[in-house]
Structures are given as C-alpha cells and as structure tokens.
C-alpha cells in the first residue's frame, strides 16, 4: 500500500516570489543609478567650471582700453575700473547662473564663489605701478582666476540621513601668465 503525501498548496506557490525580490532589490538598483547619474552632473559641472575660470581669466587679463570703457569686446559690462565685478559675472554668465540679486557681489553669490589675483594681490586691490593688462608689446601682470561652484547631488535625498553628501564642491583654477612684469 503506497501513501501519497501531498504538500499544502500555499507551500508550493511560489507567484509572488518575483514581486518580493522586486521589492527588495529596486531601491539599491535606484540608488545606483541615480549615483551613476550624479557622478556624470559632477564631471559635467567640473568641464564647465574649467570654462568658466578660462573666460573670466582672459576677462581679467584683457586690454585695459575696453575695461577703462566699462564694456568688454563682447558687450558684457565689466563696471568700473579696479571693480572685479565684471571678471566675476563673466565666470557666472559661462557657467548659465546669470546675474545675483540685487544687492549682492557675482563674487560671492552662492551657488559660484569666484576669487581672482593679479600679481598675488586680489583684482581691484593692486599696487600703484603694477602693470594690470597684456598689452601689444608688453605684458601685465600674472593673472590667476579660482571658480567654486557648489553642486546638490541627487543621490543625498536617499542617503543624505546617513551621509551627509551635499554639496559638493567642483574647484577649477585658470592662470595667465604676464611676460612684462
């Protein structure tokens, strides 16, 4: 005599086994997608930083006949002279930040901090007698320009309770170097 025992059948259905690995699985699939996402924004936003520090340091190295006009060559207001204003705005215009508030320095306005230095002083504050800009025949003096810009990642509104994560901080420095001083 043969006794077949048979399992209970909730034992062997086996349908939302796939819905459960799906539930399990899927927030670290999103959590690394979305990290692959953020570190292509910061590669981005590093190559336009370098742009930005590049443009505003030909800014601030250019023929002092346009920046004494308070007009750069390519019609972007520079403001007066010995005001770093326009060196600073040239960064943010390259980076597609536009204008700060009313009120406050393109310099320092959160999301970009722009420092420039020429001849190891900072823009606006050199000596009497330094020459500031290249000219035909003759050069100014070392020009090096620093642009911060401040980046949120994506990823800090999943892991942002464990790791703190933002921002993060895309640094690039442009120098040019002046043949007359």
């Known amino acids: 005599m043969t006794v077949l025992l048979r399992q209970p059948a909730f034992l062997s259905d086996d349908r939302g086994q796939s819905m459960?690995?799906?539930?399990?699985?899927l927030p670290l699939l999103l959590l690394?997608?979305?990290?692959?996402?953020?570190?292509?924004?910061?590669?981005?936003y590093s190559i336009a930083t370098t742009n930005a520090a590049h443009e505003a340091a030909i800014t601030a190295?250019?023929?002092?006949?346009?920046?004494?006009?308070g007009v750069d060559t390519i019609g972007l207001s520079l403001g007066p002279v010995g005001d770093v204003t326009g060196i600073c705005q040239r960064a943010r215009d390259e980076l597609g930040i536009g204008t700060p508030p009313v009120g406050q320095s393109p310099c320092t306005t959160a999301p970009v901090t722009v420092e420039c230095l020429r001849g190891g002083t900072p823009c606006g504050d050199e000596p009497r007698g330094l020459r500031l800009f290249q000219n035909d025949g003759a050069g100014g003096a070392d020009v090096s320009v620093t642009?911060?810009?401040?980046?949120?990642?994506?990823?800090?509104?999943?892991?942002?309770?464990?790791?703190?994560?933002?921002?993060?901080?895309?640094?690039?420095?442009?120098?040019?170097?002046?043949l007359g001083q």
């Open 20 to 25: 459960v690995e799906l539930a399990l699985t």
């Open 61 to 69: 190295a250019r023929d002092p006949q346009a920046r004494l006009a």
């Open 147 to 178: 642009v911060t810009y401040q980046l949120d990642l994506l990823t800090s509104y999943l892991v942002g309770r464990v790791i703190r994560v933002n921002p993060v901080q895309v640094h690039a420095t442009a120098s040019y170097v002046g």
């Open 32 to 44: 690394i997608v979305i990290g692959i996402v953020d570190v292509g924004r910061i590669y981005a």
